[in-house]
């Protein structure tokens, strides 16, 4: 078989198993989810789904390990004292990463989800959010960024939750705009959303 057909069974196989994982999450916890009832719902067999994860939790590792990735790849080079990037640029790629990863991210960023990635995330914003203040020469010490940083983390991911509730429906655009409105000017930007 040709190494391009075999690359793209894999992420067929991928995409369905992570398909039936996400549905299953959003059904019951983890830890009641069986590879059995996993591979029916993927339409897959036990063996196929052995040949690339070892268990359900090596399952969710990947999807969180590459997930995490490519949010840090995508952010880190916010902290180059040279960045030229916009908070709105920052928010845009934020919410359009969320609206392309919206089946796990709607499982990960569950209200009724007390997780690991969600506080991995926090902790490559906070970074972001320091280096990109020091790096701007704000006048501010360390404690208030990171006052501030706590403030503004918890209202984005309730902005974020509330998004995925409502389906995504409100532009990526329409959504960034809001956040750096709130973020910026908190309630004086009320009026201009």
């Known amino acids: 078989m040709k190494q391009g057909v075999t690359d793209h069974r894999v992420k067929v196989t991928q995409a369905m198993i992570r398909k039936a994982f996400t549905e299953l999450l959003r059904e019951k916890p983890i830890q009641?989810?069986?590879?059995?009832?996993?591979?029916?719902?993927?339409?897959?067999n036990r063996g196929t789904f052995y040949a690339h994860y070892q268990d359900i939790y090596e399952l969710k590792q990947t999807f969180e390990d590459e997930l995490?990735?490519?949010?840090?790849?995508n952010l880190s080079p916010l902290m180059d004292p040279n960045s030229q990037?916009?908070?709105?640029?920052?928010?845009?790629?934020?919410?359009?990463?969320?609206?392309?990863?919206?089946?796990i991210c709607s499982v990960i960023l569950s209200r009724y989800e007390n997780n690991h990635f969600l506080m991995e995330m926090l902790q490559i914003g906070r970074l972001v959010c320091r280096e990109s203040y020091?790096?701007?020469?704000?006048?501010?010490?360390?404690?208030?960024?990171?006052?501030?940083?706590?403030?503004?983390?918890?209202?984005?991911?309730?902005l974020m939750r509330d998004w995925l509730e409502e389906g995504m429906e409100t532009p990526v655009k329409e959504m960034a705009h809001t956040a750096v409105q709130l973020m910026m000017h908190g309630a004086d930007a009320l009026g201009t959303l």
């Open 68 to 73: 995490y990735s490519e949010l840090q790849k």
């Open 32 to 44: 009641s989810i069986s590879i059995k009832e996993l591979c029916e719902r993927a339409g897959i």
């Open 134 to 158: 020091v790096n701007q020469g704000k006048k501010c010490s360390t404690e208030q960024i990171e006052r501030f940083y706590s403030f503004v983390s918890g209202g984005f991911i309730a």
């Open 85 to 103: 990037t916009s908070q709105m640029e920052i928010c845009e790629w934020v919410f359009g990463w969320l609206k392309e990863n919206r089946d």
